[in-house]
């Protein structure tokens, strides 16, 4: 037996997985545990879980797996140095912590507080964007494909273009910092008012209420080349050691300011976060996503030329732009993608592992995601006992008879909490860890938004569709089992799927199939039935935290917000009145 523990750590998205004989049976985010959105510290507690769920102790791990290379691009990271020699100093302390981290036998005996002498791994560093590919392509069954990674950055990179064949993955083309689509992306989002580590998904939710206002600032902002792009220096602060970003004391990602004065100058003063939004605001939302999606379409045609296949494996924090992602398969002539559901840095952990079992030690063992249910679960028998600790009255069902009562509750206009199963992997819920709501009863999201989310009202909520029925509601047919895409609904279902109806009338829609989820599916059918609508709202399960991982977390949600029914494993709870 071969165990991979694969770990990203000291980087947003702290997260870790478990391969055992070439297949992943675990990969958990360390913010699910330790409750703390996008961690960025030690992943201890997931590696604990991990081992857990897989069964292994630390001393049978043969090898372990860091997403990160410290040693990776060191030439362009000199080049950056002479040219820009105050920054000398910060680099040499960053890469001084950095090497801190590559102890990792030490770092995890102390963390995991284990003995060192049980630890008698093989060490790997893989170079961030080769572990963001491997995540996508070794969790694909294809035997060749294109590869694309982009992001704010990573081992001094923003965008890798690749080809994948076999059990090997070749770089072909860099982009290196300070040039970035996720910068860019990111300092807009700064400047409307969204300067969380994270809040890029709330703007391109906004941009579509917008018009193409600022086309002349925003085509000034990026220059094409035949690598890539380049960005214009005059509309961002300096490059700095730090990427723009730190790690605080709580494990937190803190962003620095990334946009220069010329915003000020050319749009005026930034929106105060948590202050109203305005045109201008949406405004320059659209113009973000457009200039973002122009370039987005840039890097892919360009990559196509180098790979001309139809199949393209994606990740890195922009694959995760939803809006884009449906259009590429439009706008390039890519028509087929594979993006696995946790394609930011979370996702660094898996990638590191399957690119040491697939392309290193070459087990042989190749594996398809078949769905994202990485994660923990739990026993009736320990959910009774939560459910018995918080003296909440409940009633067990049979499986048919849950699905009868839980779809009764849906089509009647209530609210349900629904926890099953194993946890997503990803920032995703998708079907075992989400809220579950009638897609279009009247005021749906204005029900969810007062009662639970208290989110902004622009924000669109997903739509959840049988995998059969994709066409004939959706205008493109490529499906999306990870909601990754989003695709136009068709003209004679808006009005019927109103709550996930974006204004722009697109749904970022998750395809479900018996095969990846035999009970949501069961339970979206049962609805279809009753309704006569194949979908069902689809939200994470959780209030302003990070999604719910344990039962007493979803019965913790459960009684602050108005949800109207819990339905955690064979349990269905209802409030009174």
Known sequence: MSVILGINTNHAGASAAIIVDGIPVAAIAEERLNRVKYFAG?????????????????????????????????????????????????????????????????????????????????????????????????????????????????????????????????????????????????????????????????????????????????????????????????????????????????????????YSDLFIEKLGAPREPYSEITKRDEDISFGLQRIFEKYYMHVLNQLHEKVPTERVSMAGGCALNSVANGKLLVETPFRETCIQPAAGDDGLSLGAALYVSNAVLKEGKRWKMENSYLGNEFSDEFIKSELERYKLSYKKLERAELIDATTEEIKNGNVIGWFQGKMEWGPRALGNRSILAHPGFPNMKDILNARIKHREEFRPFAPSVLVERQSDIFEQDHPSPFMLHVYKIRPEWRDRLSAVNHVDDTGRLQTVSREENPLYYDLIMEFDKKTGIPVILNTSFNENEPIVCQPFEAIECFLRTKMDVLVIGSFFCKKEG
């Open 42 to 258: 030690f992943p201890k507690l997931a590696i604990l879980k991990c081992l857990e769920i897989a069964g292994v102790g630390f001393s049978e791990i043969d090898h372990v797996a860091v997403g990160r290379d410290t040693s990776a691009n060191l030439h362009k990271k000199l080049e950056f140095a002479v040219r820009n020699p105050s920054k000398l100093l910060n680099l040499a302390k960053i890469r001084s912590k950095s090497k801190t981290f590559d102890n990792i036998k030490t770092l995890i005996a102390a963390e995991c507080e284990v003995d060192e002498a049980q630890l008698t791994f093989q060490m790997h560093n893989i170079e961030h964007h080769i572990a963001h590919t491997a995540s996508a392509y070794f969790a694909s069954e294809w035997e060749h494909s294109a590869g694309i990674t982009i992001d704010g950055s990573g081992d001094f990179v923003s965008c890798l273009m690749s080809e994948c064949e076999g059990d090997t993955i070749k770089p072909l083309q860099k982009v290196f910092v300070p040039h970035s689509l996720g910068t860019v992306y990111t300092a807009v989002c700064q400047f409307v008012g969204y300067g969380k580590y994270g809040d890029e998904g709330k703007v391109m939710g906004l941009a579509p209420l917008g018009e193409d206002t600022y086309s002349d600032f925003f085509e000034g902002m990026l220059i094409p080349t035949k690598k890539g792009f380049e960005l214009n220096p005059d509309y961002f602060l300096p490059f700095g050691a730090n990427q723009g970003m730190e790690i605080n004391e709580k494990g937190e990602m803190i962003v620095h300011r990334l």
